[in-house]
């Protein structure tokens, strides 16, 4: 029997990043601050974004985006947000942390938000647009961007999946009022564990640093490198959350932000391999880019007849793909949201292929091989 082949599986440089963990332990400081403020800057340098600042996770970011966007633009509770339901649940929770109100819209054919759909959710108490690039997509963003400037609404960007996306040649993240961007460990530019929020508006950037950090004015990092008696004192401004990376996550991010247009490089190399080999198949549907999209390309989408039946007949093959995503209409807690046939559909038949950076051609033909196999013995 072959060897199996996984969805994900990370690709650390492993010398380089326990030397920059070394340093870390050796300087006897592993929290917020040190290697955090060097990934921060890191970061911009990297997107040209003005703003930047690491957290726990992606989901964290998500919370404070929509948390600070509250704050400062006065909303209410039951207020709404337009997302999508082919997302992550931490998209949705996010918008419920904070009592405003998910209408779901369709998505299109690069399972991103259709602008038309969009258009159709908006009433008087739309607040803003959660955006997903799926997959490393950008979809129709820059539509949704200019939709939500003429009706003055909000635009938080669920970049997740788009370290490295570029459009029109520029790292994507500044159409938004706040994007936020995942560094898990299956992700692009994986850690074990953090993200990156960053705010257009420089004022919710200072803010946040002390959402963050438990509503405290001055970190623990500033306080150690302060001068004087009361370099120890702070003011706690209004409750928080412990939501601040780590020096350890982000060592492991300095390292991996300098291969990520090498790696994402290989991952479209992937994709095209994929593309060639499922040309001309009618059973299965590869999912477009949108033009002028430099994608990251974290998942790699078909969308099959028989889902389920075919997913079973490539684990018999030791070939282990994923599901992105089941509509999130379909949970419980999100029942009985806005119709989205579009996206109903692709959650019965979307399958993601792997798409890492340990695989071959030679894994990638298997895997097409197999999958064309099991779509036709699935009709």
Same mark, same amino acid.
């Given at each position: #029997?072959?060897?199996?082949?996984?969805?994900?599986? !990370?690709?650390?440089?492993?010398?380089e990043t326990l030397e920059q963990i070394r340093?870390?332990?050796?300087?006897?400081?592993?929290?917020?601050?040190?290697?955090?403020?060097?990934?921060?800057?890191?970061?911009?340098?990297?997107?040209?974004?003005?703003?930047?600042?690491?957290?726990? =996770?992606?989901?964290?970011?998500? %919370?404070?985006?929509?948390?600070? $966007?509250?704050?400062?633009?006065?909303?209410?509770?039951?207020? +709404?947000?337009?997302?999508?339901?082919?997302?992550?649940?931490?998209?949705?929770?996010?918008?419920?942390?904070?009592?405003?109100?998910p209408v779901f819209a369709d998505v299109d054919? @690069?399972?991103?938000? =259709?602008?038309?759909?969009?258009? /159709?959710?908006?009433?008087?108490?739309?607040?803003?647009?959660?955006?997903?690039?799926?997959?490393? =997509?950008?979809?129709?963003?820059? /539509?949704?961007?200019?939709?939500?400037?003429?009706?003055?609404?909000?635009?938080?960007?669920?970049?997740?999946?788009?370290?490295?996306?570029?459009?029109?040649?520029?790292?994507?993240? *500044?159409?938004?009022?706040?994007?936020?961007?995942?560094?898990?460990?299956?992700?692009?530019?994986?850690?074990?564990?953090?993200?990156?929020?960053?705010?257009r508006d420089p004022k919710l950037d200072e /803010?946040?640093?002390?959402?963050?950090?438990?509503?405290?004015?001055?970190?623990?990092?500033?306080?150690?490198?302060?001068?004087?008696?009361?370099?120890?004192?702070?003011?706690? /401004?209004? $409750?928080?959350?412990?939501?601040?990376?780590?020096?350890?996550?982000?060592?492991?991010?300095?390292?991996?932000?300098? @291969?990520?247009?090498?790696?994402? *490089?290989?991952?479209?190399?992937?994709?095209?391999?994929?593309?060639?080999?499922? *040309?001309?198949?009618?059973?299965?549907?590869?999912? !477009?880019? !949108?033009?002028?999209? +430099?994608?990251?390309? %974290?998942?790699?989408?078909?969308?099959?007849?028989?889902?389920?039946?075919?997913?079973?007949?490539?684990?018999?093959?030791?070939?282990?793909?994923?599901?992105?995503?089941?509509?999130?209409?379909?949970? &419980?807690?999100?029942?009985?949201?806005?119709?989205?046939?579009?996206?109903?559909?692709?959650?019965? #038949?979307?399958? =993601?292929?792997?798409?890492? #950076? &340990?695989?071959?051609?030679?894994?990638?033909?298997?895997?097409?091989?197999?999958?064309?196999?099991?779509?036709?013995?699935?009709?």
């Amino acid at each position: #029997m072959a060897e199996p082949i996984q969805l994900f599986v !990370p690709t650390f440089r492993i010398e380089e990043t326990l030397e920059q963990i070394r340093e870390c332990l050796e300087k006897g400081w592993t929290g917020l601050g040190y290697k955090t403020l060097d990934l921060e800057q890191a970061w911009r340098d990297y997107t040209d974004l003005p703003h930047a600042y690491f957290l726990d =996770s992606a989901t964290s970011g998500l %919370h404070l985006a929509v948390r600070l $966007l509250k704050e400062s633009d006065g909303w209410q509770d039951g207020d +709404e947000v337009i997302t999508t339901p082919l997302t992550f649940v931490s998209t949705n929770h996010a918008i419920l942390y904070e009592g405003l109100t998910p209408v779901f819209a369709d998505v299109d054919e @690069y399972l991103c938000l =259709s602008p038309q759909s969009v258009l /159709e959710r908006i009433t008087p108490r739309t607040r803003a647009v959660m955006f997903v690039g799926m997959g490393g =997509s950008a979809g129709r963003l820059e /539509e949704v961007a200019q939709i939500c400037r003429q009706k003055g609404l909000r635009l938080i960007l669920d970049a997740a999946h788009m370290t490295g996306t570029r459009l029109h040649g520029k790292h994507v993240g *500044a159409e938004a009022d706040v994007s936020v961007f995942s560094f898990q460990a299956v992700k692009n530019m994986p850690t074990a564990d953090s993200g990156m929020i960053c705010f257009r508006d420089p004022k919710l950037d200072e /803010e946040v640093r002390k959402w963050a950090w438990l509503g405290i004015n001055k970190d623990t990092y500033s306080r150690t490198l302060g001068q004087g008696a009361y370099k120890w004192m702070y003011d706690v /401004e209004h $409750l928080g959350f412990k939501y601040h990376g780590n020096s350890i996550m982000a060592a492991m991010g300095l390292v991996s932000i300098k @291969y990520v247009d090498q790696d994402n *490089a290989y991952r479209r190399q992937l994709a095209s391999w994929y593309d060639n080999l499922f *040309a001309g198949d009618d059973l299965i549907a590869t999912i !477009p880019q !949108p033009p002028d999209c +430099e994608s990251s390309r %974290h998942l790699y989408q078909v969308m099959v007849d028989n889902r389920d039946e075919v997913v079973l007949a490539l684990n018999a093959q030791q070939i282990y793909p994923g599901v992105h995503y089941m509509s999130n209409a379909r949970y &419980r807690m999100y029942a009985g949201n806005h119709d989205c046939p579009r996206a109903t559909k692709a959650s019965d #038949m979307l399958i =993601s292929l792997p798409m890492h #950076m &340990r695989l071959s051609y030679s894994d990638v033909g298997r895997i097409a091989d197999a999958l064309r196999k099991a779509t036709s013995m699935s009709q």
